[in-house]
């Protein structure tokens, strides 16, 4: 008998047809010959709703209370996903984080796992239960309650599926599993029916947030393959796994699997800094001294001892970036400040490009034909970024798309 | 040091403004130099807001997963005050009910307390903590959460305070205290000072509602003084004591303390049943098998080896009442079911009634002068009550209230 972990969002039990649609799909799943653990998130818009409450009291809030008011959303959902699979007569039991033996380290607001304890779940299913956990949610040393940042209940169905030695591993959404790139932009995007931890990784960090991406590390740690599919359809959707086992499968292998895009993004450029050691030292962590995290950076070669250094921050950051960065500028004297708010980036992600040279060419090349400039690079093992003005983005996603064969077949 | 136990129900906790005055009635109460435990219900209409939402999946729903659903109401009041404590500058902890050491037996939605464990509060408490326990929840033996029935708050503020041996327990309401009678009704209804258990169990069982019957139980039980009172003023309200302190400490003694009213029953009589042994028993164990509480009963002296029943039930158990007694009257024969809606239920409650006869004669005199009928009549050692025509109820209880002498002095 197969152990499948099926983890289902918020939007897939936004309201009680929803939660019924999933009891049913959760039954099936039983009825198919298997024992099932359900994780699920909080129903619809609860968690912000919840967020706006506390913001209404504080702005600052104690973060071990606010664990104790959003660890609520995930138990109206336990409970009424139990309410709705006993309407269609079968058993199942309700657990919080902490009930399912989930147990986290000392941290609130953003705890790590540190180990599953299996026993009262292995215990429920022995006889015959649907076992019910509240994603999010973890019991610390002290007793508390503590949540894992947000998406965490993704990160609660990895967990689980590696503690309980889970068959397969099965997260629930609104799409229908990992596109090409976003079908929103480009309509020929085609469904990947494989992709890698790693591309997965370099996709959620490029703005394609389909998994947490804390999760599919941990999915990588411990070897669970991850099934994203829809919670509305029936269809297949993407595998998450590791690429020994996508090079094994696959007959044709791409040197690209999707093309991202971020448009969250700005850029800011400091220029004539002194060419002296120890400037952008001194940048990069009084930004980080403050938490704001730099993505892209690139320095000019120095021109009469003079420099310019420019990097991109998220969009959310602007105000604080700025202030610090006229602070520095005045330090330094650095002749100015410029922020570019009107910058998109464009990724090309693949697990082939390490065994073939010539994609970064590829890119700059497409982008070039098309007369988009490219305003700063960055490359990892599998991916390729480049900051574009966002008036050009959709049209770049789209010819990259083209360009790297990822369009469907005619 | 002091140790007071202050409850704050549902209607003091219904916003982001009336938090914060909680909040800081509480720090006043630390800074007066107490420790402080303070018990909290759902804010507003949520726990209403958590029962829709299961009703839209299922009327029937398991008992288990609705203690699940229910306990997330108070858990997002005790995260929310800290919150608001926080704010001000003073230390507090949020417990759950579990959490907080409220130990209770099996039975969901209806738990009954069986034992407190006050480790962990004392704990805090000794390091300077305001210490925020979540209302109308517990552990059962099986580690589930579990609730206490409605009003279920009022009695973990009581068995707290008896568990915790604190020095008082206060309630808070959006009322001043316990009244003569309904201000809304009578105008110049005054508040008591002070009233015994007994009196306050007979005033709730008669529709006066300012504390759940189970929590005066437990405290007059336990010896537990409450001090019920409003959120929103400073002035004293009522000490709900025993009758022995109350004798000791009041000068000049009221034969009465309170006119009740209750206009939420109905009225059935069987018309011309057999008059043979048994016939009552089955009528009343029927209605109990079915779960219709039974209020006050009268059986006519038997005519011409027939006799009528009449007896009052909640007027949501109409429907219900009437199905059962048209079964019961065809196999006995009987010739006709009446069903009265249009009927109030009149009490006179006193602790003075015990060593004072007349006082059953006084108001039905008073009835009689301002020609109200008396359609049924029970009494117990502390407590008359009247079913009356509902027309008439406001005059009665206003005659009634003038008549035992409980109007403010002019």
Redesign the interface.
């Known amino acids: 008998m197969a152990l499948v972990v099926m983890k289902f969002g918020g939007s897939s039990l936004a ?2 047809d929803k ?2 649609l999933v009891a049913s799909r959760i039954i099936a799943k039983k009825n198919a010959g298997n024992k099932v653990v359900a994780v699920v998130s909080a129903p619809g818009d609860t968690t912000d709703e ?1 967020l706006e ?2 913001d ?3 702005s600052n ?2 973060a ?3 664990d ?2 959003l ?2 959303g995930e ?2 959902s ?3 996903l ?3 699979i ?2 269609m007569d079968e058993k199942s ?2 657990l ?1 984080g902490p ?1 399912a033996g989930i147990l986290a380290d000392i941290n609130y607001t953003r705890a790590r796992v540190k180990k599953v304890n299996p026993k009262k779940i292995n215990s429920l299913l022995s006889k015959n239960n649907i076992v019910i956990v509240a994603g999010f949610q973890a019991l610390n040393p002290k ?2 309650v503590t949540t894992l940042g947000r998406g965490g209940s993704d990160l609660t169905a990895v967990v689980l599926a590696a503690g309980l030695e889970a068959d397969s591993c099965e997260i629930y959404s609104d799409v229908e599993g990992v596109y090409t790139t976003d079908p929103r932009l480009v309509k020929d995007a085609k469904k990947l029916e494989y992709i890698s931890y790693d591309e997965m990784l370099e996709m959620a960090g490029s703005g394609a947030q389909i998994l947490q991406s804390r999760s599919v590390e941990v999915a990588k740690k411990f070897g669970v393959e991850i099934h994203a599919r829809s919670t509305f359809s029936e269809n297949q959707g993407t595998i998450i796994t590791s690429e020994e086992k996508i090079r094994r499968r696959k007959m044709e292998e791409l040197f690209v699997s999707g093309i991202t895009f971020d448009k969250n993004q700005v850029k800011f450029t400091i220029i004539d800094l002194p060419d002296i050691p120890g400037v952008a030292a001194k940048i990069f962590s009084s930004l980080a001294k403050i938490g704001i995290n730099v993505d892209m950076i690139i320095q000019s070669a120095a021109v009469n001892k003079k420099n310019d250094i420019s990097f991109t921050v998220s969009r959310k950051e602007t105000k604080k970036t700025q202030i610090e960065l006229d602070k520095i500028a005045s330090e330094f004297k650095a002749s100015q400040v410029v922020c570019d708010e009107h910058v998109a980036k464009i990724s090309v992600v693949g697990i082939g490009m390490k065994s073939n040279a010539g994609v970064a060419g590829k890119m700059f090349e497409i982008l070039h034909k098309k007369g988009i400039n490219i305003e700063m690079i960055s490359t990892s093992e599998i991916k390729i970024s480049c900051i574009v003005d966002e008036m050009d983005m959709a049209k770049a996603v789209e010819e990259l798309h083209k360009g790297f064969g990822l369009s469907k077949k005619k």
């Open positions: 309201d009680a939660m019924k919840l409450m506390a209404k009291i504080t809030p104690p071990r209370e606010m104790v008011l660890a609520t138990m109206i336990i409970s009424l139990a309410m709705a006993d309407t039991v309700s919080t009930q007793g508390d």
